[in-house]
């Protein structure tokens, strides 16, 4: 079993940028790849970004790329996700979600049903 722990979501104004923490705990060595995923009031969740553990790749969504960086810190067991140049559309609760499944990042990690475990969520609000 994997435990997972996001924070770091609050209010912030349209162009701002929040960094969100996803804390891992359990057992994380079986963990291959890290994704996050938000879910906006009366929408479905969709993908953001996700990396591979093993190989350090990154993949994102188009509607944030360029504006949000995954990145991953094998010591701590913790993946960030910082949002920068944020959009009212950003609104939403942002999951981390773990999988312990191999699969090639581009193709497998948008897709919510190869993911093992997920966190509670956090809550992002941005303001215009």
């Known amino acids: 079993q994997v435990q997972l722990v996001e924070s770091g979501g609050g209010l912030v104004q349209a162009g701002g940028s929040l960094r969100l923490s996803c804390a891992a705990s359990?057992?994380?060595?079986?963990?291959?790849?890290t994704g996050w995923f938000r879910q906006a009031p009366g929408k479905e969740r969709e993908f953001v970004a996700a990396?591979?553990?093993?190989?350090?790749?990154?993949y994102y969504a188009d509607s944030v790329k360029g504006r949000f960086t995954v990145s991953g810190d094998n010591a701590k067991n913790t993946v960030y996700l910082q949002m920068d140049s944020l959009k009212p559309e950003d609104t939403a609760v942002y999951y981390c979600a773990a999988s312990s499944r191999p699969g090639t990042l581009w193709i497998h990690a948008p897709r919510q049903g190869t993911y093992d475990y997920w966190g509670q969520g956090t809550q992002v609000t941005v303001s215009s």
């Open positions: 990396i591979s553990w093993s190989s350090g790749s990154t």
């Open positions: 359990g057992r994380t060595f079986s963990t291959s790849r």
